[in-house]
């Protein structure tokens, strides 16, 4: 591949639209959350994105609720799923009428099912689905079989069943949009876990295919990219009383800024208005992966040397 169309394929960083992408547009939006237009049960024609119907899974809490909640906000009606069936019927009760909530694992095909059958009922057809469910996995090169297991199902193939239901029924359509929540990980790496690192690399080399594959053909895809956000999955996450769980923890607090939620979900409208493929609410993300690019071996031992960082000061705190 020539420079040229190296740099081609990266420009999608710089936020173009996937060609043939309808452009999204907005229904008036709500001045708040608590004062949303009724339009429950109305099938109404979508027109994009934003302002048509969405899924969102792993909304019970963190980034998919102020996701689910910022995309009401733009008149976008939700379906809200997590595999918290408490958390996510206060979030939907919280969003009003126009999100319902779906509780199951988002990785399980016949809960994917649920969830667009039901906004299908209730809304119209699906036109995003936020991929959003994930978590942390395990620790050291001891992480179990279990933790493999549990990281590729939630992170990879709950991603990969969505669009497998979904892709075709877009394609007839001509439009529809998919985000996949990866991480800045899948970019660069998580230091400590093996199983966050790999899963979150599958997701956004799974969110590429799909936009090399179907992002001429009406169908927009991205992928959401963040290091730190405080969330419960970076608190409590990693910690498994192990040194490279605590490592894992500051990997990520300490590599930047560790953002709110709804910082976040403020990127994700606007990446979605962009029709960006990356959406990288930590900017200096895009350097850290340019430098990674630019050399690898330097990049690798740059890395070995901030965990040797992460390891002192583990050992230091233990003491
Ligand atoms: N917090 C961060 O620093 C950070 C950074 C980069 C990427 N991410 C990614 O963001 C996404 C959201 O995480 P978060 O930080 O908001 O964490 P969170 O723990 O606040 O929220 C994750 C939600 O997903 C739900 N969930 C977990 N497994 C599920 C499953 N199998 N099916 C359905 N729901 C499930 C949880 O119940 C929880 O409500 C994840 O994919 C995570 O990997 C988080």
Known sequence: MSSASLCDACCGVDGRRPTGAKRPTRTAAPSSIGTVTDTTDAQVDSTGPLGGVAVVTGAGAGIGAAIAAALVEHGTRVVVSDIDADAVARIAADLGPNAVAVPGDAADLAVIERMVDTARERFGPVDLYVANAGVAGGVGLESTDAQWRSALEVNVMAQVRAARLLVPE??????????????????????????????????????????????????????????????????????????????????????????????????????????????????????????????????????????????????????
């Open 170 to 319: 877009w394609l007839e359509r001509g439009a529809g949009y998919f985000l996949a929540t990866a991480s800045a990980a899948g970019l660069l790496t998580q230091i400590g876990s093996p199983t966050y690192s790999a899963s979150k690399h599958a997701s956004v080399a799974f969110a590429e295919w799909l936009s090399v594959t179907y992002g001429d053909r009406g169908i927009g895809v991205s992928c959401l990219c963040p290091m730190g956000v405080n969330t419960a999955l970076l608190h409590s996450g990693f910690s498994e009383g192990s040194p490279d769980g605590a490592i894992a923890a500051a990997a990520v607090t300490t590599a930047g800024a560790v953002l709110e939620p709804k910082d976040v979900a403020r990127e994700v409208i606007a990446g979605i208005e962009r029709g960006s493929f990356l959406i990288l609410p930590h900017p200096e993300v895009l350097e850290m992966y340019r430098g990674k690019g630019a050399d690898y071996e330097r990049w690798l031992s740059g890395m070995r040397r901030y965990r040797r960082v992460l390891e002192q000061g583990a050992a230091a705190g233990g003491e």
